[in-house]
């Protein structure tokens, strides 16, 4: 079977109603689309198992969204499954359908985050014609962002299992329809921490292309590219650059200073010390406002919010957490850079909520000092 790569002429359903979509968030209309569309262009033999789709770009003109939109979507429906990238030739659409879980070299995400959801369904003994536990119950009990977990949800919906009922507002129930039968696999898939296995499976993939390509003391590539180098989420290698710091293998530093590998710790001019073992006299103040701001933004957003839900407006955030406007700025955009926000213009549009940030402990930090520069107190 030869391979074809799509055009914008294979594409024979509408596009998606933003529109009339208004409570919703861009990006979560385009992943349905993209699904939709796949299955629809499968089901009418206008392309087939291995057919390489457009390019984001392409896409990103074609539904009038910004690459990024993209980007987040298609990886949304590679964790789910309904695709799979090869090096240099692009994304290409997987078999979905195949019931054969261990036929595959590497399990999706998606797959195991539906098995844990069967499995707490059918743990917690849900009968049919009831409501599963919340979205950001789930979330709490499998380790997994609420994203992910909402677009599982509509998968298993689409799969006739869960039917999808708005309440008040903006607020929804997902519905037990369809009895799940999890084999003795995917039991055993709805056990396994898989963010605690990609997040360490990245970092030594990381480790390994940083020892190869540079030397002691050089600066590295950006999370950003990084995680397009390896195809995986920013969230991911933000994770994995932590665990990598604090394996002293790299130094991440703010601004425009960027990520330098540190080489053999022992040889490296750089020492670390810890901020509640020894306290330096003197030492610059290297927390910026925007930071303070950024740990209580995010504070703010998971005691106010759920995912999906669009946030007050600038203005209204710094008269909140009682910053001025432009500190609140530099920090939305650092959860815009995460994934965790998504902006849209317009007069429907507004800051709306993709993924919950992570509120980090502060129980302990570790400070880059030049011990030459400051004195300790005996």
């Not at 789709?53 to 590679?78: D, H």
């Not at 595959?104 to 599963?132: A, R, S, W």
């Not at 970092?203 to 590219?225: A, F, H, M, R, W």
């Amino acid at each position: 079977m030869v391979m074809k790569h799509l055009t914008l002429d294979d594409i024979k359903i509408s596009k998606p109603d933003f529109d009339a979509s208004k409570k919703v968030p861009k990006g979560q209309l385009v992943t349905e689309w993209l699904i939709s569309w796949i299955k629809h262009s499968l089901e009418f033999g206008l392309a087939d198992i291995g057919d390489f789709i457009p390019t984001k770009e392409i896409l990103a003109n074609f539904l009038n969204v910004s690459s990024a939109t993209i980007q987040n979507s298609i990886r949304q429906i590679k964790d789910m499954g309904y695709v799979q990238s090869k090096q240099s030739l692009g994304t290409y659409i997987a078999d979905f359908y195949s019931k054969d879980i261990k036929a595959q070299d590497e399990l999706y995400h998606g797959t195991i985050t539906e098995c844990k959801i069967k499995k707490i369904v059918l743990d917690d003994k849900v009968e049919l014609n009831n409501p599963i536990p919340s979205i950001a119950e789930l979330a709490y009990r499998t380790n997994i962002s609420q994203n992910t977990i909402r677009f599982c949800l509509i998968n298993l919906a689409q799969k006739g299992y869960l039917e999808k009922i708005h309440l008040k507002g903006n607020k929804y129930s997902w519905i037990y329809r369809k009895e799940f039968n999890l084999t003795q696999e995917e039991i055993n898939n709805g056990i396994k921490d898989e963010n605690f296995t990609l997040t360490h499976q990245l970092v030594e993939k990381i480790q390994k292309y940083i020892e190869k390509t540079y030397k002691q003391g050089d600066k590295i590539l950006p999370n950003s590219s990084i995680s397009n180098m390896f195809d995986v989420s920013i969230k991911t290698v933000n994770d994995a650059m932590k665990i990598l710091n604090a394996r002293k293998i790299v130094l991440s530093r703010r601004g425009r200073y960027g990520t330098i590998y540190l080489g053999n710790s022992q040889n490296s001019k750089m020492n670390f010390v810890s901020s509640e073992r020894r306290k330096p006299t003197q030492t610059q103040n290297y927390t910026y406002s925007w930071q303070k701001a950024l740990t209580h933004l995010k504070k703010y957003i998971v005691e106010n919010y759920e995912a999906g839900d669009k946030i007050a407006p600038i203005r209204e955030l710094g008269t909140i957490l009682n910053v001025s406007p432009n500190t609140i700025r530099r920090a939305l955009k650092d959860l815009v850079k995460s994934g965790n926000l998504v902006c849209q213009r317009g007069k429907t549009g507004g800051i709306f909520i993709m993924e919950m940030p992570e509120i980090e402990g502060d129980s302990y930090r570790w400070l880059a000092i030049n011990p030459d520069a400051i004195s300790f107190k005996n």
